[in-house]
């Protein structure tokens, strides 16, 4: 076990590596935050001041190792845009995007898994058509208009929501939440819905795809021979072996929504780490860009080592072929 | 409990006395960047900090001069203007105003980190000549200093060096400087909250030296509270949900949507800010050409071409939906040197543009790039689309090529385009700004050209900068009016038109529209 843990780990570090290197090499097209930081007005010998006082004048292999020298040691310096430290920018985000899509993926699984097990139950109930008619608008429809959508509907039409921003929140030491808020709860409702909407119709389709798959197989009949009552056949068989890729899905798809929560924090001017990403885009700012890219890199091999843990767990199969180290 | 309400009926009863609470919620797609009142000469910064700090000279309504910290200002000797300083002022957290805080703030705005040089470039030094009385020795006579010390803001000297931010902050330097964050100014509203990127929040300084001035004696806002909203939907939607009470930048294609709705208003007026397309007019051979061995925009009847191949009043109408000032020359009348006679432009005359350009040797018109921003100024890559189709019924064959910012200015300041849109706007207020930025030759001097990617060199046109710069009254207005006619008939760019600038804000809010795109909220009401 302790031995699988330090191979994945000592795998990921060149998955880190090769995505500070693209990212970093990518930077040389997003422009130039030299030309944004001087503003209207400046000279020749402003600007070659301030290139050499940002190292843009050295080359990019000794960039490079500066920047990885750096990252390794936690510091990542000052934003270009902000002239704040990176790493406390990033702090300050993380929680707004941690809690936006720990709510998006949660509301995923609690009304994603029972819908998938009842369209798949019930396949030709009229509420499971309606179920699979509505997970094609959430798998279709992009997710900036879906936002703009349920902004339209529940904050200009309706009032019952407010359109942006995070509410009022409560700080717990470095940690800032919105969950202990009136106003913060209020603010996380739309915004989770928009980002977990997609993963919501995704879980449901694959929990009934593989509940149908399920169903059909040899053990599910022998349980109903056995007089098992429906309950029990249902969810403690069924269910139980349907988890497998669920878990692989939600695991991989917790990542993205982690890293792709950017247009859901765009639309809803929510203050997590894609907004800042999105805005340093704008600005060019590198130290920024690549820490952010960094951390989302280092996010999703963490979700992959989890889920592959999480395997083992639930799936017994893997621990006893894993004891007989043969296949 | 009851205690709590009692405490809470007493507090109300006691603050019915002062100003009655008005809170002001407003938004803008951008955020400052820093509360440094030196670091960054960008509108978004200013329109925050303004509201904080005070300059020795304000501005009025109609962007004119007012005394600000200073009383009163002259110029003694042709090197010298004296500023006599307002007494009994204090900072924010109660040090008290000084002569010594305007010295140390203008040579902090000369530092090197500072990115205002613009407005202190003449200025050799700031020395203390009386204690409450400043002399600005300049290295030469400068007729237009107050116009531009109008946008310096004074700091404590006492403060800054408590928190060691004696000078702008420097991107370089490890840790984050004090004034990123803080600010300690004498103005109308002092810094309560600053959380970057997510709300800003200042309240009234009732002791403000300028309540009592007649213009904002009715400005009854106690509290503003800015939330940046990048997202222009999201913006607008916040608006007409009652989250917001004002937006600064709302975008074009919403205003009527907003115009009609309840409660909404919308406030328009122009913006000092013109839209042009300059050109390559030093090379040989043009970078982005189908011309080989010769450059068609050095032959002035190729620029009179492209110039009267546009239907100005067609982007006015269509593009811009009536909110633009159509204009023949490259600053609006509210910039000093301005002339009505000068402002004229070639008509637009399409038989004629194509027997210019025949003349000129192009009888079946050329290929050539335009690069143009898509997202800096109101509506630019339409304005383009615009442009590339009229030009083609001439036959010149443009090829669009629109960029966002970040890559378009890097591009042009490469001095790597043929002809490009700009937008120009002018915070001196005056011509020379203009005049010295984007027609001067480039001859390395402090502001020389340094936005004359097109290389335009007129020796006539450069002694009447020279003169601009070093001489004042009439000599001056001469050398602006005629350099405005060498603009017209030289036709160093093709003008388009100056900017308007909506506001949107809902029906209880009010506030002066200004042409600096900035709001003083000093000046607001709330209702």
């Known amino acids: 076990m302790f031995a699988f843990i330090v191979s994945r780990i000592l795998q990921a570090l060149p998955v880190l590596l090769s995505v500070a290197l693209i990212s970093f090499a990518m930077f040389a097209y997003v422009g130039d935050p030299v030309a944004i930081m001087l503003g209207q007005d400046y000279t020749q010998a402003q600007r070659d001041a301030l290139v050499a006082e940002l190292g843009l004048d050295r080359p990019f292999w000794v960039q490079f190792a500066t920047f990885i020298g750096n990252a390794a040691q936690g510091e990542f310096g000052l934003s270009y845009r902000l002239s704040r ?31 998938g097990v009842y369209t798949g139950l019930y396949r030709n109930s009229w509420l499971s058509r309606f179920f699979l008619t509505f997970s094609l608008i959430g798998v279709s429809l992009p997710t900036f208009l879906i936002g703009i959508l349920l902004i339209l509907v529940f904050a200009v039409w309706l009032g019952w929501l407010p359109s942006f921003g995070r509410g009022d929140t409560v700080r717990l030491g470095a940690w800032t939440t919105g969950f202990l808020t009136v106003s913060g709860l209020k603010a996380l409702v739309l915004p989770a819905i928009t980002l977990g909407l997609f993963q919501l119709t995704l879980i449901m389709r694959l929990v009934r795809a593989e509940m149908l798959e399920v169903l059909r197989a040899d053990y599910i009949k022998f349980a109903r021979a056995r007089g098992l009552p429906n309950r029990a056949v249902h969810f403690g068989h069924a269910l139980k ?60 091999v963490t979700i992959n080592l989890i889920v592959d843990l999480l395997y083992y767990a639930v799936d017994p199969r893997l621990r006893i072929g894993r004891g007989k180290g043969g296949h | 409990m009851r205690k709590l309400l009692m405490a809470a009926a007493l507090g109300l009863a006691l603050g019915a006395g002062m100003v009655e609470a008005r809170t002001v919620r407003w938004s803008a797609s951008g955020d400052p960047n820093t509360m440094d009142p030196h670091s960054q000469n960008l509108g978004t910064v200013t329109m925050v900090l303004q509201q904080i700090y005070d300059p020795l000279i ?62 202190v470039d003449t200025i050799d030094r700031a020395v203390q000549a009386e204690p409450f009385v400043v002399d600005v020795i300049t290295r030469v006579p400068d007729p237009i200093l107050p116009n531009k010390i109008a946008s310096v803001f004074i700091m404590s000297r006492a403060w800054s060096e408590q928190h060691n931010a004696t000078r702008p902050q420097n991107t370089r330097a490890r840790e984050e400087m004090h004034t990123v964050r803080a600010t300690n100014g004498t103005g109308a509203f002092r810094l309560q909250t600053r959380e970057p990127d997510v709300r800003t929040i200042l309240v009234r300084n009732n002791d403000w030296w300028g309540w009592q001035e007649p213009a904002s004696r009715e400005g009854n806002v106690t509290e503003i509270i800015y939330r940046p909203i990048s997202s222009d939907a999201t913006r607008i939607a916040a608006l007409l949900s009652g989250e917001i009470d004002f937006v600064l930048d709302p975008p074009l294609q919403d205003l009527n949507r907003l115009r009609a709705a309840q409660g909404i208003r919308v406030l328009e007026g122009p913006e000092v800010r013109t839209i042009f397309l300059a050109m390559d ?62 402002d004229v432009r070639l008509p637009y005359d399409q038989a004629r543009a194509r027997a210019l350009l025949a003349e000129a040797g192009y009888p079946n018109g050329f290929g050539i790039t335009l690069d143009c921003p898509n997202n800096r100024y109101i509506n630019d890559e339409q304005i383009c689309q615009a442009i590339v189709a009229m030009w083609a019924r001439v036959g010149v064959r443009a090829q669009l090529n629109a960029m966002p910012l970040n890559l378009f200015f890097p591009k042009i300041q490469r001095d790597d385009s043929s002809i490009y849109l700009l937008g120009w706007g002018v915070p001196t207020l005056d011509a020379l700004y203009s005049f010295q930025s984007l027609l001067r030759s480039r001859d390395g001097g402090q502001g020389n050209g340094i936005w004359n990617y097109g290389r335009y060199s007129n020796p006539r046109m450069d002694q009447l900068i020279d003169i601009m710069v070093n001489q004042s009254g009439e000599a001056r207005n001469n050398a602006i009016r005629e350099a405005l006619r060498i603009y017209r008939e030289d036709v160093p760019h093709i003008p388009l038109h100056h900017q308007m600038i909506p506001w949107a804000m809902r029906s209880n809010f009010q506030i002066p529209h200004m042409a600096n795109n900035q709001p003083y909220f000093r000046w607001a009401r709330m209702n």
């Open chain 1, 85 to 115: 430290p990176v790493a406390d920018l990033i702090a300050e985000r993380a929680p707004a995007t941690l809690e936006l899509a720990f709510t998006a993926a949660v509301l995923a699984l609690l009304v994603g898994v029972p819908m």
């Open chain 1, 241 to 300: 072996n349907t988890l497998v890729p669920v878990i692989t899905i939600v695991g991989l798809q917790l990542g993205a929504i982690i890293a792709f929560a950017i247009v859901t924090e765009t639309v809803f001017q929510w203050p997590g780490m894609g907004l800042l990403f999105i805005q340093s885009v704008g600005a060019a700012d590198i130290p920024v860009m690549s820490a952010y890219l960094l951390l989302i890199s280092l996010v999703f």
């Open chain 2, 58 to 119: 304000q501005r009025t309504q109609d962007l004119g001069l007012a005394p600000g910290l200073a009383t009163r200002w002259e110029q003694v000797e042709p090197n010298r203007w004296r500023f006599w300083l307002r007494e009994g002022v204090k900072f924010h957290e109660g040090q008290d105003f000084t002569a010594e805080d305007v010295v140390f703030s203008i040579t902090r705005a000369q530092a090197p980190t500072s990115n205002y040089g613009i407005f």
């Open chain 2, 281 to 342: 007019v030093h090379r040989d051979e043009l970078l982005y050409s189908d011309v080989r061995g010769r450059n068609p925009l050095r032959d002035l009847r190729v620029r009179q071409a492209l110039y009267q191949a546009i239907d100005i009043q067609a982007i006015h109408r269509t593009t811009m939906r009536g909110q633009s000032v159509v204009t023949g020359t490259f600053f609006p009348p509210q910039v000093n040197g301005y002339v009505q006679e000068e």
